[in-house]
C-alpha cells in the first residue's frame, strides 16, 4: 500500500534490527524502556520462523527510512467463528507523527481483516496515552472499558504452572 511519500510493506529478515530499534523506542515513550528485552533471534524466530507467531508491517518513505511500524499476530473469537487481528504495537517515530501513517497503518490492517473475511481488529493503549485514545476514537474504534485485562508473569506465571490440579 503507497500513501504519501511512503509505502507499507510487510517486514523482511534484514529488518530485524530496525523493528527492534523502534520497539525500544516505544517502550521508551511508553515509560518502560527496560522491559523492551526481545533478542534479534526472538523477534525473527516470531516473523520467520517455521512456527511463526506475529507479522509486522512497516512504513518505509521514499529515502528508505523506516518511520514506523505495526506488529501485530491473528486472535480468533469464538462468538464469530472467525480470526482477527491483535495489534501489539503500533509507532510512528516522533518525527514523522502527523503525516498520516499511523493512520495508514491502521487502514492497511483493516483491510486486511476484511478482505480476509476476520471480525475482529484490537488493540490495548495505555489510559494516560491521550493522544493514542483521542486518535483512536476519532477513527471510529471503541473503548471496551467493561473489559479488565489480566496478566500472569514472571514468577506469578511460574508459580501457577506449578500449581496442582
Known amino acids: 500500500m503507497t500513501t504519501t511519500g511512503a509505502t507499507i510493506r510487510s517486514a523482511a529478515p534484514e529488518d ?12 521508551i ?6 522491559q523492551a528485552k526481545a533478542t534479534p533471534s526472538q523477534i525473527n524466530d516470531a ?24 506488529f501485530w499476530f491473528k486472535n480468533f473469537s469464538t462468538w464469530t467463528g472467525t480470526p482477527g487481528i491483535y495489534l501489539e504495537d503500533l509507532f510512528v517515530k516522533p518525527e514523522h507523527r502527523g503525516a ?3 493512520k495508514s497503518l491502521l487502514i492497511h490492517l483493516a483491510k ?3 478482505e480476509n473475511g476476520w471480525s475482529r481488529f484490537q488493540w490495548w493503549v495505555l489510559d494516560w496515552n491521550e493522544p493514542a485514545i483521542a486518535f483512536y476514537t ?3 474504534a471503541v473503548a471496551m472499558d467493561e473489559w ?3 496478566r500472569v508473569s514472571g514468577e506469578a506465571l511460574e508459580r501457577l504452572a506449578k500449581s496442582l490440579s
Open 16 to 27: 530485524i534490527q530496525v523493528i527492534l530499534d523502534l520497539i525500544r523506542e516505544l517502550a
Open 29 to 34: 515513550y511508553e515509560r518502560e524502556p527496560d
Open 47 to 70: 516473523l520467520f520462523g517455521p512456527d511463526r507467531t506475529a507479522y509486522c508491517e512497516l512504513i518505509e518513505l521514499d529515502r528508505g527510512e523506516i518511520a514506523g511500524f505495526a
Open 100 to 102: 498520516g501513517y499511523g
Open 112 to 114: 486486511k481483516c476484511v
Open 138 to 140: 476519532s477513527l471510529g
Open 148 to 150: 479488565t485485562v489480566f
